[in-house]
């Protein structure tokens, strides 16, 4: 009885602790998604499209996170946190002010388990050529634009 009880025990610690973990991704990935629109925002309101190719590699990065979310939770992690790497260095030089409130707190950047260099291998994993194509099309000045793409964890 005692073996039974202490197999219950960690298989619930277990999935608890699992489950924390996938809602404290859910919640970071929705963060993410948050500053990938401010950062469309203060685009299309700056007129400034010289970061289209960084945004759109930030899209890529949250598109694989969401796409790696069900299967490996670290990776979806580290991707949607090289996502919002991105878009703070864009909102650095858009508008400093809105930086600051995305910028990943030490926990967040605490949680980082792998060398971020090898997110690029991580994006072909996760991204099919297609997907690539579809983000490579997208017109970042136009509202809405980013519709097509699932970047957030319902």
Known sequence: MKRQYLLFLTLWMAFFVNAQDAQF????INKT???????QKEIIRSGNTSYESKFKEALGYQSAAVQSYQTDLTHSYNLSHQSLSVCVTILD????TSAVYFKPS???NEIITNNLNHTGN?????????KKEE????NISTPGSLKILNLNID
Not at 135 to 138: E, K
Request: proline share 3%.
């Open 33 to 39: 998604n948050l500053a990938i629109n401010k950062v």
């Open 106 to 108: 030490q926990t967040e």
């Open 25 to 28: 991704t859910k919640d970071f």
């Open 93 to 96: 030089a858009l508008n400093p």
């Open 135 to 138: 983000i490579s099309l997208i």
């Open 122 to 130: 991580l994006l072909d994993k996760y991204l099919s050529k297609q």
